[in-house]
């Protein structure tokens, strides 16, 4: 754009304005193409551009009144005074669209084009006393135009009268704003129109894009190497099937299938002897012969019948497309979080409790995580201080301890433990006396009594008041394998398996409705 | 003694020397004179105090060796000579001070004391007895190795903690024991007596406020107010008004106790309560009047306004810390320890980071206790659950000094009249540990 620009500038001398139409930016195009007339126009008022040609496509002064415009003086460029400007004609055509559009960088930005010709020469409208119809079908008729005696007038009392062009395309004169006399100044002396326009950026641009190191699009790549005689299959591929499936490949000749193959090829008369042996599929195809010479082969006996075939898989025998799904197999691996991730992690045992002599089952910590209850496979449950490993309290049991659980509630402090059948709610010991003799209320049960719970046909358990651990025991018809409780303390549910032919099924869980006592104390507590 | 001695040590000519000027801020005894000498740069801590103890005993002949430690630019000297320098940049062509000190080194351990249980609380505050609280719930008071002149009883907890609230007059000593039975008792007794027995005291007030056991205590300076952190996450105000006012006794509420106490016992409540952990508070730590240093499970050091009741900052580390205390330079530099095996110690007067200043990392297990020295500006001990107690100097990254006096967990240690060190731990054993030159 740079080099034309360039181009322009020189041009610009010889004021060939569909050069510089065709040359400036596209937003300035219209104006453009309507300052280059102008500038015809305007460059006859000036008298430095006398060194203009008159080349035909000056008739743009022809086009000012009576062909000499108004020119006050240098009338040495114009050429005759055919008005309507032929030679502009095919300027104008240009310019006649983009006057339009001109229109509205003028200053009336509202009004339409007047325009009704369409996109005729208007030479034809030459002889004519109107020029296009209006929406009712009547004839516009045009302008009368001001004689050359009325335009030297003009000339002499409006001191705008330079700037003002006629417009053939809608038939009026169009006054040119002090911007747009800017923009042709700038224009005539050959720099661009707009001052903040850098035309040596884009020169730049220029050069760099011609020496290539501006690139827009990748550069294809060309392959290196391509096959002169491609493969059937890939051929026909591109050939735009849009579901051709290749007929596949018939095997290319092996060392079976020379006429002298190597001894180990060809099996012994056993060996064929135990083809017969076999099924009909099993059996090779091809059993591989011997010839000493290219004269003692025989005639391949096969030979129809494989053309045959291979022209029913060309032709007849129905394809179906394997989807093939390309999957990365490690894609497949379940991603781990990697060891960063998963700080803080445990990384130093710093306590150890010391004390059990079997293997620990269950642990449990109390709510406000001063204490560690834990079961274990020796038969006890042991109450441990955090902070410095000491154990507390042990309780014994004969049976392995399943699993320990803390009421969450940090004013109850109840353990429940399961051991074989049993649920034992225990007294921890812990807390000021207040809440011990709370504790020591709720555990207390005078008498055995169903559980009020519903859906269970077989009542099998039972309370009672266990004096030897201090706490309540609840009597499961089956080995109890968790308990836990609810969050706020007030119920708490076992887990059984469910019965002994069905080991592995789901467990059921039954939810224990806690004796009236028990909850009524429980709620009053959990009010207080 | 002439103006240049040359020291010819190894009598190898080709070894490279360093002039070198010894400066002490010790007393007389210890002066040596102001001259520069030519020492061999490869001499550790060792060779250097051999110099120097030479260079006394020519002053003086009745000298006798001491352990001396070693300052350049501030910073104890660890390594050779040479490579000393070396690291820390400084050059060998001038004439180097040096800076010497005694040695801190534990000289001499007592026999240990021993109780019935774990010993969990330690205070040496008074140079006339040792407090202690032990596991069995009771407190004692031993004016020395093996001999406890005072059982306090009382309480229905292990006790966790023990403070020496008053021991300004004239014979008569308050202390206050905080305990896991969620109260607090102040104990009032005579030092000056003397009896074969122990003697046994009750409390003369039980603070009670706490909902869950107590775990630490730590006293005003002019010891009107205590204040407890305690494993429901708050702290308590308390006032220990000596004397028996009307205004602070409490209606003693009625419950089913199986031993009644036939003395009356003042019950106190809290002045106040200071909130604002999360999780247990285990160690509280009284400077000034007006601030108060807790230490918690939740990570966090904060400093709070005694007067308004609100924490005004905090420092949060990542690990739950068990211990607290403020000292050193100023009284203000903060030394916790916690469940990493690392003593941190913050400086709270620098603007910015809360990164502490000074880490130290010698310890293999949880930190249990941490104790400034009250009057030396640099030295502080530590006690872990791996059974050892470390003394620190702040000058040097190494332990100045490691006691390995106990067979299980130490859980508290505290200072003894200046230069000896007390520790209490699993092994139910009360060490003591003496001629510690700090000063």
Redesign the interface.
């Known amino acids: 754009m740079g080099a034309s620009k360039k181009e322009s500038v020189e041009v610009d001398k010889k004021k060939n304005s569909k050069k510089t139409q065709t040359t400036k930016k596209e937003k300035h195009n219209t104006e453009e193409s309507v300052l280059a007339q102008k500038q015809e126009g305007a460059a006859t008022d000036y008298k430095e551009l006398s060194a203009d040609d008159d080349s035909e496509d000056y008739k743009s002064v022809g086009e000012s009144e009576a062909g000499d415009g108004e020119s006050s003086g240098d009338e040495g460029n114009h050429k005759s005074g055919s008005s309507e400007g032929l030679a502009i004609d095919g300027q104008s055509e240009d310019s006649e669209p983009d006057q339009g559009a001109e229109e509205s960088d003028s200053s009336e930005d509202e009004v339409a084009p007047r325009n009704t010709v369409g996109d005729v020469p208007l030479e034809w409208y030459r002889d004519e006393k109107h020029i296009g119809y209006d929406i009712a079908g009547k004839k516009i008729k045009k302008k009368e135009k001001q004689d050359k005696l009325d335009s030297f007038l003009a000339n002499v009392d409006d001191s705008k009268n330079w700037r003002k062009i006629y417009d053939e395309y809608n038939d009026e004169e169009v006054e040119l704003t002090k911007e747009e006399t800017k923009l042709v100044r700038r224009m005539l002396k050959g720099k661009t129109p707009h001052a903040d326009f850098d035309p040596y950026a884009v020169l730049g641009l220029v050069r760099a894009i011609r020496k290539g190191y501006i690139k827009f699009d990748k550069p294809k790549e060309e392959p290196r190497f391509y096959m002169l005689w491609g493969d059937d299959a890939s051929s026909s591929e591109k050939t735009g099937h849009l579901s051709y499936i290749p007929a596949p490949k018939p095997n290319m000749p092996g060392h079976e299938e020379s006429y002298n193959p190597s001894l180990e090829y060809i099996p012994t008369q056993e060996e064929i002897n135990s083809y017969q042996l076999m099924d009909e599929e099993d059996r090779p195809k091809f059993i591989p012969k011997r010839f000493t010479s290219l004269r003692s082969i025989p005639a391949y006996e096969n030979a129809v019948k494989d053309s045959f075939e291979r022209c029913l898989d060309l032709y007849l025998c129905p394809r179906v497309r394997k989807k093939r799904i390309n999957i990365d197999p490690e894609s497949l691996k379940p991603k781990l979080p990697s060891r960063k991730d998963l700080r803080?992690y445990p990384a130093t045992c710093?306590?150890e409790y010391r004390g059990h002599k079997g293997a620990v089952m269950s642990i449990s910590a109390e709510a406000?995580?001063?204490w560690i209850a834990s079961g274990s496979s020796d038969g006890t449950v042991r109450l441990w201080e955090v902070?410095?490993?000491?154990c507390i309290k042990v309780w014994e049991f004969g049976e392995v301890v399943q699993y320990v659980a803390w009421n969450p509630l940090?004013e109850l402090p109840i353990l429940a433990v399961t051991v074989g059948q049993d649920v034992f709610l225990l007294n921890s010991g812990l807390g000021?006396?207040?809440i011990q003799?709370k504790v020591k209320e709720l555990l207390h049960v005078e008498t055995p009594t169903a559980p009020e719970d519903s859906g269970n046909k077989v009542s099998g358990w039972s309370w009672r008041q266990d004096d030897e651990h201090e706490g309540i025991r609840l009597r499961h018809f089956k080995s109890v394998y968790s308990v836990e409780w609810h969050r706020k303390g007030d119920y708490f549910s076992t887990v059984m398996p469910a019965d002994i032919l069905s080991i592995h099924c789901h467990l059921i869980a039954f939810l224990f409705l806690a004796l009236e006592s028990i909850v009524l104390c429980m709620k009053s507590i959990s009010h207080t | 003694m002439g103006t240049d001695m040359e020291m010819d040590m190894d009598g190898d000519v080709e070894e490279r020397r360093v002039q070198v000027r010894f400066i002490t801020k010790l007393k007389p005894p210890y002066r040596v004179p102001n001259t520069s000498i030519a020492i061999p740069a490869n001499l550790t801590r060792l060779g250097l105090s051999t110099i120097v103890n030479s260079l006394l005993k020519a002053g003086e002949d009745e000298w006798e060796s001491q352990p001396f430690d070693f300052l350049i630019d501030g910073e104890l000297v660890r390594l050779p000579l040479e490579q000393f320098l070396l690291a820390k940049g400084i050059s060998a062509e001038k004439v180097l001070e040096i800076e010497y000190i005694r040695a801190v080194a534990l000289q001499k351990e007592d026999e240990p004391s021993l109780h019935d249980d774990w010993v969990s609380a330690v205070d040496g505050s008074c140079p006339r007895f040792i407090l202690t609280g032990c596991y069995d719930n009771l407190g004692r008071v031993w004016r020395a190795a093996g001999e406890c002149t005072h059982v306090l009883e009382g309480h229905s907890g292990a006790i966790t903690s023990v403070s020496v609230v008053n021991s300004e007059g004239t014979d008569s000593v308050t202390v206050a024991t905080a305990s896991k039975d969620e109260t607090l008792r102040l104990w009032k007794f005579d030092n000056e007596e003397h009896s074969d027995q122990p003697s046994k005291i009750r409390a003369f007030k039980i603070l009670r406020g706490h909902n869950a056991s107590v775990q630490s205590v730590a006293v005003e300076a002019s010891g009107s107010m205590i204040c407890s952190g305690s494993w429901d996450c708050t702290i308590n105000l308390w006032r220990t008004n000596v004397s028996d006012t009307e205004g602070d006794l409490v209606s003693i509420k009625k419950r089913k106790v199986k031993n009644k106490a036939e003395e009356s016992q003042l019950e106190g409540e809290a002045l106040s309560t200071l909130v604002g952990h999360t999780q247990c508070v285990s160690s509280v730590c009284w400077p000034e009047p007006k601030t108060i240093y807790s230490a918690s499970w939740d990570h966090s050091v904060r400093r709070w306004d005694v007067e308004m009741g609100k924490d005004l900052s905090s420092i949060f580390c990542g690990k739950p810390l068990s211990c607290l205390h403020v000292g050193g330079e100023g009284s203000a530099l903060i030394a916790a320890g916690g469940s990493d095996p690392i003593l941190r110690i913050w400086d709270p007067r620098k603007p910015g980071t809360s990164a502490p200043i000074y880490q130290f990392s010698s310890h293999n297990s949880w930190i249990s206790a941490c104790k400034w020295h009250s009057k030396s500006l640099f030295h502080l001990l530590s006690a872990s659950y791996d059974g050892k107690l470390m003394l620190w100097d702040l000058r040097t990254a190494w332990p100045l000094a490691i006691a390995d006096s106990h067979e299980d967990k130490v859980l508290c240690a505290d200072w003894w009249k200046g230069d000896s060190v007390i520790s209490g731990g699993v092994d139910s054993k009360l060490c003591i540990s003496s001629g510690i030159s700090v000063l």
């Not at chain 1, 902070?387 to 000491?390: D, M, S, V």
């Open positions: 803080p710093y306590l406000s995580g001063q902070e410095t490993c000491r940090p000021n006396e207040e003799r």
